[in-house]
């Protein structure tokens, strides 16, 4: 496998290629989502790191396969679900021979008390449309929506134009919507 970047190639064509830090860039963008699909499916912090380190190891080896005209989330959300659900498999299968853990939830049973699989694909595609918008777009989406300010704070806090954060604002509402229409496109009210 190579360990050299070509800059002109994707995040896909050079994870394909087998380049190591497409692979690293790879961790960084989507174990995060990895994580959440696989503690959501076990209950279970161990076993939902276990499980992305598997799908991990397991898209790599499978890298030259992997198809870069379709989209990374997909294929590694499935590789993350069926990792999730071997080690479930696997844990139910010597269950009785491991000491009780009040860790693992509903008895050995998958987790159903967290969001669904549905809610953790959505968190995914917001979180990756998130960081695909412009850096000044995203600035504007993260202190209003996940630090709580207002326009007028923002405003203040970056030192521009009040109509400069609307603007902004604006468009970045405008850019996300459109990149995640398909999710109101696939029936999902919301």
């Known amino acids: 496998m190579s360990r050299t970047s070509d800059p002109e190639l994707t995040l896909e064509q050079r994870f394909r290629a087998g380049d190591e830090h497409a692979l690293s860039e790879m961790y960084q963008r989507y174990s995060g989502p ?4 696989a503690f959501n499916l076990l209950g279970n912090r161990d076993l939902a ?14 890298a030259r396969h992997f198809d870069a005209s379709r989209g990374m989330q997909p294929w590694l959300y499935a590789i993350t679900r069926r990792a999730a659900v071997d080690i479930y498999r696997r844990r139910r299968r010597i269950s009785s021979d491991l000491p009780f853990d009040e860790s693992w939830s509903n008895g050995g049973e998958l987790a159903t008390d967290g969001p669904s699989l549905d809610a953790t694909w959505r968190v995914w595609q917001v979180r990756d449309a998130l960081e695909r918008l412009p850096a000044d777009e995203r600035q504007m989406l993260q202190l209003a929506y996940f630090q709580g300010m207002t326009q007028s704070e923002i405003s203040a806090a970056l030192g521009i134009a009040l109509g400069t ?18 999710l109101r496109d696939n029936g999902d009210s919301g």
Do not use: I, N
């Open 34 to 37: 990895m994580f959440a699909t």
């Open 49 to 62: 790191a276990d499980a992305v380190q598997q799908a991990f190891v397991q898209a790599w080896r499978a």
């Open 165 to 182: 954060v609307k603007s902004r604002t604006f468009r970045a509402q405008r850019h996300l919507a459109k990149m995640l229409e398909h």
